[in-house]
């Protein structure tokens, strides 16, 4: 299977750039998700790949060889749209073998091809029908399986679970892990929805503007983000981000502020030598903190409840600010109750306040 490099990656508009000097390699069999708000060039990034879109300037690779001039049919790479792009007066099974078809195909290898991608995708039992009879989530396995009937190297998603309700993006989420586990080849997948990213990629790669934040596993993004925009976009619920100052207390180092004192751990006194004094954003997220009744814990004003069955999300007053706590609870949190919190050490993130650049150490990728 083909590995797949972005050099010096460009796409422009007239004067308005998109996409600037996009460096990316996708090993052989990586299921990469490319994720990030609206506008910030993913999808751009992956109709430059299909050949949808021509590149501006820059290469893109297949195994060595640059595609970047290639008609999209020559570059062995079959797409999945976020809007299915079906034939409405064809069946599934014409819909599906459509490609073939075209390539002239022999009747018998399409209907082979077919039958095993039908009954990968649990269609079989609609092949005769038309789109329009089907549900979101039959007609999105059906785009699905037009891909795949294809045979190809590459497999592109352009947000394909958008379009359905959440219940059933959850039970497609889980169908497309099996089937890239099946299907072993390369997949570049793009979405704006973080829990699709961490769940589905081997790797991520977070984008804003048309560049890359960060990319790694979704462990690495998790717990080691390299800067604010990254952290904040990773996790759900959101990171909480708190402004302070480093300064040290009883030998240990915190982050104070007027209203409360954060105890760091002594290991980032080595990353953090020379920085005291200066103004630092906190960034905790909401299953970092702990309940307690230590003297030394956070006195949180709990201002809203969000019941979930295992646990409560809690929004939560605390010197000025809100922060968002996740509370192990088997009944409703209750507005307006004092709860004291501590956090812990070692899930604590710090970023520059001006640059957003994480103050501590990113491992390399």
């Known amino acids: 299977m083909p590995v797949i490099e972005l050099k010096n990656l460009k796409k422009s508009y007239g004067a308005v750039t998109v996409i600037e000097d996009l460096n990316l390699t996708m090993a052989d069999g990586e299921f990469v998700v490319l994720v990030g708000p609206s506008g910030c060039g993913k999808s751009t990034t992956l109709r430059m790949i299909a050949g949808l879109e021509t590149n501006t300037d820059g290469q893109i690779l297949v195994d060595g060889n640059d595609v970047s001039k290639l008609e999209p049919k020559e570059r062995d790479i079959a797409m999945v749209f976020q809007d299915y792009a079906l034939y409405p007066h064809m069946n599934v099974a014409k819909n599906m073998s459509f490609a073939l078809r075209l390539a002239r195909y022999k009747k018998a290898e399409i209907n082979k091809r077919v039958t095993e991608v039908a009954a990968m995708l649990d269609l079989t039992d609609y092949l005769d029908r038309m789109p329009g009879e089907l549900s979101g989530g039959q007609r999105q396995r059906v785009a699905m399986g037009r891909a795949l009937v294809r045979d190809a190297s590459i497999f592109l998603f352009d947000e394909p ?44 790669v977070v984008m804003k503007s048309g560049e890359v934040m960060q990319q ?65 954003t906190l960034g905790i997220r909401p299953s970092s903190f702990e309940e307690t009744e230590s003297p030394d814990a956070l006195s949180m004003n709990i201002i809203l409840s969000e019941y979930i069955g295992s646990e409560s999300v809690v929004i939560c007053e605390f010197g000025g600010q809100r922060v968002s706590i996740e509370v192990n609870s088997a009944a409703p949190v209750k507005v307006g109750e004092i709860r004291k919190f501590a956090v812990k050490e070692e899930e604590i993130h710090l970023f520059d306040p001006n640059t957003g650049t994480s103050l501590l150490p990113v491992p390399a990728l």
């Open 161 to 204: 679970l958008s379009n359905l309700d959440a219940k059933l993006r959850g039970q497609m989420r889980a169908e497309l892990a099996l089937l890239s586990q099946r299907i072993e080849k390369n997949i570049i997948y793009v979405t704006h929805d973080q829990v699709e990213a961490m769940t589905l990629g081997d790797r991520i």
């Open 216 to 280: 790694g596993t979704p462990e690495q993004l998790y717990r080691t983000p390299a800067n604010k925009f990254v952290a904040g976009f990773i996790g759900s619920p959101t990171m909480n981000f708190l402004d302070g100052t480093l300064a040290t207390e009883n030998n240990r180092l915190v982050v104070r502020s007027d209203s409360y004192s954060i105890p760091l751990p002594k290991a980032f006194l080595q990353h953090l030598k020379g920085a005291v004094g200066n103004p630092v």
